[in-house]
């Protein structure tokens, strides 16, 4: 049986906590800092300094290069990269450069928002793949439907949008319960 090295664990048990380098902003160190979302890098010299960055800047993976596709920012080659929304295109070159854009393009259903009246339902897919419909006008009108929206009014309540749902044509108004048989 072999013997432990006590010696191991004589170490500082903070070391580690200033290895994050200096600060960008101020050069006072940077060091690991708790909030209620968990735990990030700050700096020391906070409030007078406010720099902060994630804990883990692995957040994005970077899939594959697109040889020959160049960045309209700054001309270095594109990738397919996926986040925590999911998959997405962007710049090689980041953190310098920021851009970014949608695989796959916003589908407009043509159908209007019933809450504000002014923008549309357009499709949208959350970060687990799973299709919805947000209105377009979001932040400011934060309309949702889970399940495809039908052009037309509810002969119930009058609610101006109807829904598709497992094969039958629904109101997404909780309080109606319209329902009949969808035909295609």
């Excluded at 994630?54 to 993976?61: E, I, S, V, Y």
């Excluded at 309209?72 to 450069?97: N, Q, V, W, Y």
């Excluded at 979001?138 to 039908?150: A, E, G, H, M, S």
């Amino acid at each position: 049986m072999s013997k432990i090295d006590h010696s191991l664990f004589s170490a500082d048990a903070h070391a580690l906590e200033h290895n994050f380098g200096q600060c960008p902003q101020c050069n006072n160190r940077l060091e690991i800092k708790h909030s209620k979302s968990g735990p990030f890098i700050g700096c020391s010299g906070y409030p007078q300094c406010e720099f902060s960055k994630p804990l883990h800047d692995n957040q994005t993976a970077l899939l594959k290069t697109l040889e020959g596709v160049q960045c309209p920012e700054c001309s270095s080659d594109l990738a397919i990269k996926k986040g925590r929304f999911g998959m997405f295109i962007g710049c090689t070159h980041f953190p310098s450069c920021h851009y970014i854009s949608a695989i796959k393009q916003k589908e407009d259903t043509q159908v209007a928002c019933p809450k504000c009246e002014k923008g549309q339902l357009t499709a949208r897919t959350n970060k687990y793949g799973k299709q919805f419909f947000a209105c377009n006008h979001y932040p400011q009108c934060r309309y949702v439907l889970n399940f495809k929206p039908i052009d037309e009014a509810c002969p119930n309540c009058g609610w101006s949008v109807l829904i598709e749902k497992k094969g039958q044509i629904c109101c997404p108004q909780p309080s109606c319960g319209f329902k009949k048989e969808h035909i295609s």
